[in-house]
């Protein structure tokens, strides 16, 4: 393909072929700065902005995933342990716009990034984990892991920028200062303004009158050394210490009556506060603006030093469009605990807190769940795979940007996988049918059902028409009250063995139950009729025990109810066996306190067959 052709290529296959006409620019730190001007004009022309991310692991253990009988507060619970622990090393960026209902046009990108100390401050200073079938599959891709760390983007997040502002103020001098309302002095104020303020106009009527003379070398060094004067790139200066943020705010107020051709500028101490405040002398008002303006250039491009990659974040959330991902809960936790702060320690807080910085998100999943079972399509491959064989749309993307020296890897190709498949599912859906370009004035108010809902097994709210709904499984809705999980059975024992064992075992399981294993530790029982799971935990704290059950009980087994595994999410016990954190977290005399505080049950929707199975893995 020639660079005069147009670029563009039909989504209908996605196949591997296809990869190679992909022209997803690989941003690192050598080419960062020029290609941040280049996707803020993208971002502000696009309709939606798709996002992908590539990192070190997920999860460590079968159970920590995101289970589908998760209620929102045990997902988020999972998510979060993952977010602090692995690392991202490529986010995935594609603004596009949709020109006609089958039209795309599209700018991938794909940023490399690595977290290290690049101002020798101490932040950020991570150590993560990494999962080896993880970094398999980014090698089998070809991914260079020499070029991310010495040429991978690092960040900053807004809290750590922040947190280093407030240690050793802004880290070059600024003009903008705030004051602090002004009192009357006292007396030690009055006799310490009377000396800065002599020495300041002494100093500058010196230097003025200086100006007009032709003095010999020799003779102006002396007079510099005298009035203890420096220069500031050409302009002189002079620096006045102070002891406190009390005198600074003197300092600053003197400096009011000089203000047609002085600058302060505030010097930093190290260990937090203000050292000195430097008085720049310029020679009329157009050289006072043309300092401040240098002072604001120079501070813009420190601040994008320190901010690295979380420019293109700030970016996307200054842009207020809708942020589609394909995976948001576990996306976003990552996203914010990069690159904005801490994650809450709920998941209500999380959404407060993200809603503020991106007010729309999208996660396709949930525009899946309205097309058929949920197993079936459980990652971006098998999704794409399986809208082909069912529905007829083809998309027609245009990716207008050159390819350079490494666009023909397939880094990034997630992310227009997810924007392919975004604009695919509005199609079925008839979300954006026969919508022309100049009609959608507000994207996300079609989308308004489908946005920010991070519980994984939700469905959207959005009314759909009923020809396209093609559940298969048996999804019925149940309470968390009536799940019970158990553990201590023998090794190794299938799912089907374990029922079958329960049956047999008393009467309370004689009516509908369903089991399925979480790990190969631990398994959990669904009780069909309400109360029931109630009345097994009691028997199992009791004495009335009798037959097979008792046996089972007398081998080791164990019963737990959802908010015992609840319990587990939230205190962060994160043993590779969940028979392990069970067992920790019964141990734990506050647990038994809490155990009898009213919890409001979460509503599950049970789909027997896409509950994770031990064993399927």
Known sequence: MTPMLQK???????????RLK?????????????????????????????????????????WHRVLPFDAADSAYCKAKHAAERFQVLQFAVCPFSIEAPSKVVAHPYNFHLFPRDELKLGMPSYSFSCQTSYLTSMAQEGFDFNACIYDGISYLSRAQESAIKHQIGSLIPSSQVIRSSSSVPSVADAVFMGRIRSRIKYWRNEYKESSKRADEALVVSLRKLVLGSELYGSRPCINIDVCSEHQVNLVLEILREFSEDLVPLIIPAKGGGTQAIRVVLTSSSE???????????????????????????DLISASQKPVVSHNSLNDFTFVHSKFLAPLPPNVDEFKHSLHLIFPHILDINHLMMDIG?????????????????????????????????????????????????????????????????SDISDPISVLEGYT????????????????????????????SEDLVFLWGFRAGMSAG????????SHDIFSGDFDVRLVDKSCGVVVFWQPGLSRK??????????????REMVTDGLKAASYETYERVCSLGLWEVDLADSLDKTLADPDCLLDAGSETKPSAIYWNSDSIINFYDL
């Open 536 to 549: 097994f935990l009691e028997l199992m704290g009791g004495e009335g025990l009798c037959g097979s059950l």
């Open 497 to 504: 063995a374990l029922k079958s064992l329960l049956q047999g």
């Open 8 to 18: 563009r290529f039909f989504c209908t296959e996605l196949s591997k072929t296809h």
């Open 287 to 313: 050289d006072k603006d043309l300092l401040q303006k240098e002072l604001q250039n120079l501070e813009e491009e420190q601040n994008k030093r320190i901010r690295g990659f979380r420019e293109v974040i």
């Open 22 to 62: 992909w022209n997803i620019k690989q941003v690192t730190k050598s080419n960062f700065i020029e290609t941040l001007e280049e996707i803020k004009t993208h971002i502000s022309d696009s309709d939606y902005i798709a996002v992908s991310l590539q990192k070190t692991g997920s999860f460590s253990a079968p």
């Open 452 to 479: 920010n809902i991070f519980n994984p097994c939700c469905t959207s709210s959005q009314p759909i028409d009923g020809s396209i709904r093609m559940w298969t499984g048996d999804k019925r809705k149940v309470s």
């Open 373 to 437: 079972p949920r197993k079936k399509k459980t990652n971006l491959p098998a999704a794409i795979s399986y809208l082909k064989r069912r529905f007829f749309v083809p998309i027609d993307m245009e990716i207008p940007q050159e390819a350079g020296a490494k666009e023909g890897k397939i880094h990034g190709h997630n992310v227009l996988r997810i924007s392919h498949l975004f604009v695919k599912l509005c199609s079925i859906l008839k979300i954006l049918h026969d919508t022309a370009q």
